[in-house]
Structure formats: C-alpha cells, structure tokens
C-alpha cells in the first residue's frame, strides 16, 4: 500500500468513506430517532398515512426531530 501512488491512494481512500459513510448515518440517524421515540428505522417504513390527495406522508419527520449532540452521545454509550 505504501508503494500506490498519491492519486491512487486518494482514490482508494474516497471510495471507502462513501461505503461507510451511509452506515455511519443509518446508525446516527437510529440514535436520533430513539432519543425522542421509541421505534426503529424499520418500523418508520411502515408508519405512514394518505393525504386528501393520495400520497403516502411519514408520520415521523426525522429532519425535524430536534435533539442535541450530547443526547445523541449518551443514547449511543448507553447501547453499547
């Protein structure tokens, strides 16, 4: 690995932190969401109504679910 060229590594470098940067959200996003409820990201799927005009609207807006990093932190030593 030491004898890849700079480009290369650069390269090789990117594309792993875009493989593990979805995990990475799925999981911090999973903490956010059991901060304030107590369901999973599977369960969200599935948590839905129909509106007058017959689109399906999450009854849960993760986007705006306020809670502080230190919440965040705490949830995630406390499931370890």
Same mark, same amino acid.
């Given at each position: 690995?030491?004898?890849?060229?700079?480009?290369?590594?650069?390269?090789?470098? !990117?594309?792993?932190? !875009?493989?593990?940067?979805?995990?990475?959200?799925?999981?911090?996003?999973?903490?956010?969401?059991?901060?304030?409820?107590?369901?999973?990201?599977?369960?969200?799927?599935?948590?839905?109504?129909?509106?007058?005009?017959?689109?399906?609207?999450?009854?849960?807006?993760?986007?705006?679910?306020?809670?502080?990093?230190?919440?965040?932190?705490?949830?995630?030593?406390?499931?370890?």
């Amino acid at each position: 690995m030491n004898k890849l060229n700079d480009n290369v590594l650069g390269i090789i470098y !990117q594309y792993k932190h !875009q493989l593990e940067f979805k995990d990475v959200m799925n999981e911090l996003i999973k903490h956010k969401i059991h901060c304030r409820y107590n369901v999973t990201i599977e369960m969200l799927k599935y948590m839905f109504y129909v509106n007058t005009d017959g689109f399906k609207i999450a009854c849960i807006d993760v986007s705006s679910i306020s809670v502080f990093s230190h919440e965040i932190l705490n949830e995630i030593k406390n499931n370890k």
